[in-house]
């Protein structure tokens, strides 16, 4: 302790307290090297904003970035296209109260009328991925229309999203991005454009560029929160996006440099400057013009020297890229073979294990995103709407849901594995089915269907006799024991 923090300790005790703890502070900051302030961390700039400042601000264009790499890298699109698939694969299976009139209102749920339950489900998951977010809308019909439960979907891009809404509002609500909370910090609407912002000339003006407020339960939100403030969701390949541009542009580097150096085969050396090389011609303007092709050979009199072109090697650059394409890969959350294909330096452990890690990131999406975001509430609205017009008796209730089905890295070993984790008591065969993305109580109910029906027409499987066989070496142990 200096003089000038014992001088202030005698004339304000608390000021002093206020100091040595900032003068603690400050000594624990500069213990860790990222904390220091020095040559390494020179230009390292970072903020403590909340999620939403530093998200809202850049929402549009990195939304626009992503649409333009998922249509023109083919990187971008063939992650984009892992992470649906293996999110939706070939549905997801929800059963409900009465799975008849579940299953017919899936076949009627597009508000467009193109797609079923789970084709709404995947275009909302590709957005999702691509675009950081989705909206789907509740629209309540009539019992007119002739819908078997008066309810449909209509998916919306994040474009009708109105960021630039934030602000208070004059009922004391505030708005973010778009999204109102009330008082208490509730979201209680959101702020819709109609029609689509950049929809083509003379659409999107039809019924003004004024966002509308829609009440939130007419609303679903489907984003992955990272962070306890966000409120808003950003591009699954925001963080790759730099690296896909810069392969993108490295490879179109290389082949323009291949280009120019095929074009320069042959070099005719002479003194006479009236010579030419190349094929003769004029622009419209009276220009002279000379072309060079790849290949092309030109001979000029009175040459005095010929050489012949030797194309520089490209050093690094497969190295380059596969290091780039591994960074892309975990900043999309692929698998580097998933998004590229190669398969060469993967045998079954290694491809197995980086499934393994890959298909939790996918059922964390699954399970803490995408169904409490937006099966759930779409379940309890579709009960209660079919409730109110009579095509459902009872009250709302939870309703299962099973995720798609996985495909086997190798199906005897995993069978195999399933099989013995069963007979150690470790795993049941409905844990085993669900996992595999099967409904254990219709698989169950199937078996014993088929099981009868060949029963009936005599026919035994090997499983069956295996069972005979045991069965009768059990009664005749037991007439042996009796005699």
């Known amino acids: 302790m200096n003089w000038i923090d014992r001088m202030v300790e005698y004339v304000s005790p608390a000021a002093a307290v206020r100091r040595a703890y900032a003068r603690m502070s400050l000594n624990m900051a500069r213990s860790y090297d990222a904390g220091k302030v020095g040559r390494r961390t020179a230009g390292w700039h970072a903020t403590n904003g909340s999620a939403n400042a530093e998200i809202a601000p850049q929402l549009s264009r990195i939304r626009a970035r992503g649409r333009d790499i998922v249509r023109n890298n083919e990187y971008g699109r063939s992650a984009i296209r892992a992470l649906v698939a293996n999110t939706i694969g070939d549905g997801i299976t929800v059963k409900s109260p009465d799975n008849g009139l579940w299953e017919a209102w899936c076949d009627q749920c597009d508000y467009d009328g193109q797609l079923n339950f789970n084709g709404l489900l995947e275009l909302a998951v590709r957005h999702r991925y691509t675009d950081g977010e989705v909206l789907i809308r509740l629209h ?33 609500h505030f708005v973010i991005a778009g999204v109102e909370f009330d008082r208490s910090g509730r979201r209680c609407a959101y702020w819709i454009f109609q029609t689509h912002p950049g929809e083509i000339a003379g659409m999107s003006w039809k019924n003004g560029m004024d966002s509308i407020r829609v009440a939130a339960r007419y609303i679903l939100h489907y984003y992955r929160k990272e962070r306890a403030s966000q409120v808003r969701g950003m591009s699954e390949l925001a963080v790759a996006l730099m690296r896909l541009r810069d392969v993108a542009d490295y490879e179109q580097a290389e082949l ?176 085993s089915i669900r996992e595999l993305g099967g409904d254990p109580d219709a698989v169950l109910a199937e078996i014993i269907a088929e099981r009868q029906q060949y029963a009936d027409a005599g026919i035994l499987f090997d499983s069956d006799a295996a069972v005979s066989e045991r069965l009768i070496k059990i009664t005749d142990v037991m007439k042996t024991e009796d005699s």
């Not at 979907?153 to 004059?170: I, M, P, R």
């Open 256 to 431: 323009v440099r291949k280009k120019i150096e095929a074009c320069f085969a042959v070099f005719i050396r002479s003194d006479n400057g009236g010579l030419n090389v190349g094929q003769q011609g004029k622009t419209a303007s009276g220009q002279r013009t000379e072309t060079l092709a790849p290949g092309m050979i030109t001979r000029i009199d009175n040459a005095d020297a010929i050489e012949f072109a030797s194309p520089s090697q490209s050093g690094g650059y497969e190295g380059y890229t596969n290091t780039q394409l591994h960074a892309i890969a975990a900043g999309t959350g692929v698998m580097y073979s998933q998004m590229t294909g190669d398969l060469s330096k993967f045998n079954y452990s290694s491809y197995r294990a980086g499934l393994v890690e890959f298909r939790q990131i996918i059922n964390a999406e699954q399970w803490l995103a995408l169904v409490p975001m937006l099966i759930n509430p779409i379940c309890w609205a579709w009960q209660k709407s079919a409730i109110l017009s009579g095509a459902l008796r009872g009250k709302p209730s939870r309703m299962s849901v099973t995720m798609p089905k996985k495909a086997w890295v190798d199906p005897v070993k995993d069978v195999m594995a399933a099989k013995e984790a069963q007979r150690a008591g470790m795993k049941s065969v409905s844990e």
């Open 140 to 172: 309540h019909t009539g019992l007119y229309e002739g819908l078997s439960v008066p309810l449909q979907l209509q998916v919306l891009e994040a474009d009708h999203l109105d960021t630039s809404k934030t602000g208070e509002l004059d009922n004391g």
